[in-house]
């Protein structure tokens, strides 16, 4: 494999960087893309990636990580679109949706959200032209069920798991396969004490990693992967939506 290229956003920490380890232990070359400079320089250099300074939030920097990579370490077979935030940082108390600013929720947007069609864009088209190869969208079981304690965060994983079978519906044919990994409780940096041990068991993000590359490499085109801690993963199943308005899948 070490004539296959991945990138990995959100890759100074916790998932992405689980992620980026196991790809580059399999012998690709790994373009880590970060907001944090400092970490993601020192993860790329230790296990010899290529690191890309991105802010998903902004259009023009993916677009230009993904031209550094194409141009650098060369057109991606593989992408993990994984950079993710909660409403609240680390630390901070949680709020009623009526109490949350605009500015928090133009941030989780944005990087939730935002990031992910950036990416999409930027990478569809390039990987597309290559001819084959595999996107693998974080999003969460969050998108699956309700989160009280931060809607927005169920809000935005709900539209990921939406926007990669809809864009894996649009390039059946092409070659392209972009799926969608949804962990339980992975145990990163954003996690808050809410969803601290003993109120839920912590993923090793190595775990859900594992995962993640399975689906780059094997996962089906469409497919939304649940993987829970202790668990093996699952398949959910989501109807296809024509099958629906005609009435051949029950409701």
Known sequence: MTDKIAFVTGAASGIGEAVSRQLRA????????DINASEGERIAQEIGGYFIHCDV???????????????????????????????AAPGERFLAIEDV?????????GINMDGVFFGLK????????????AITIT??????????????????KYGMIGLGRGVAAANAKTGLRVNVICPGVVDT???PEELSPPKAVRMPPSVLAEEVVDLLLRGEN?????KLTGK????????DLNALAEGKVNT
């Open 139 to 156: 999003a969460s079981i969050a998108g699956l069920g309700a989160l009280g304690i931060d809607p927005l965060y169920s809000m935005s």
């Open 222 to 226: 469409g497919e939304v992967r649940v």
């Open 232 to 239: 093996p993963s699952f398949r959910m199943e989501v109807p």
């Open 101 to 109: 600013s605009i500015e928090q929720y133009r941030r989780i947007t």
């Open 189 to 191: 940096p954003i996690l």
């Open 57 to 87: 939030q902004r259009v023009d920097s993916v677009e230009a990580a993904v031209h550094e990579c194409a141009s650098t370490v060369g057109v991606p077979d593989y992408a993990h679109l994984n950079a993710g935030i909660m409403t």
């Open 26 to 33: 399999a012998g690709m070359r790994v373009a880590m893309c």
């Open 122 to 133: 930027a990478l569809v088209p390039r990987m597309k032209a290559k001819g084959a190869g």
